[in-house]
């Protein structure tokens, strides 16, 4: 999926009145029209509801949160690694430039559309942190 918006962020024209949708996923498209879409897509909507009180995202306004010209997005992707605990948990890295608290909402949204169970909201971690489980 963020292969799929990363693509867009890369090629589409921000400044239209709507950003291109036709690369994404189309279950992913129906779970924001708050339609029926993959099972667990929709179970990911509703742990997203039950997180934040919150509906399902417009999709042109989350796609609007990776234009790269955009400063109110307080994160860039880094990497995704699975814990070296053998927990099965997925560690998803990001580059905060060094803020402690940051704007993250499109990314929880993304997270639990593609099936995640529960997130644990950020941890500021240095470089040594990320590396340590790249030897793992």
Same mark, same amino acid.
């Given at each position: 999926m963020l292969a799929?918006?990363?693509a867009l962020a890369a090629h589409a024209d921000f400044d239209e009145d709507d950003v291109p949708v036709d690369t994404l996923?189309?279950?992913f498209l129906q779970v924001c029209e708050g339609g029926a879409a993959a099972p667990f897509a929709v179970d990911g909507r509703e742990r997203?509801? %039950?997180r934040t009180g919150d509906g399902p995202w417009e999709i042109q306004d989350w796609?609007?949160?990776f234009d790269p010209e955009l400063e109110a997005r307080g994160w860039a992707f880094w990497d995704l690694t699975r814990s070296a605990d053998g927990s099965g948990r997925l560690n998803v890295w990001l580059d905060t430039w060094g %803020?402690?608290?940051f704007s993250? %909402?499109?990314l929880r949204w993304l997270l639990y559309t593609c099936g995640a169970?529960?997130?644990a909201?950020?941890?500021v971690s240095g470089s040594a942190s990320w590396a340590r489980e790249q030897s793992a």
């Open positions: 799929a918006v990363f996923p189309d279950w997203y509801a %039950e796609l609007s949160r %803020e402690p608290f993250w %909402e499109e169970d529960s997130l909201d950020p941890v």
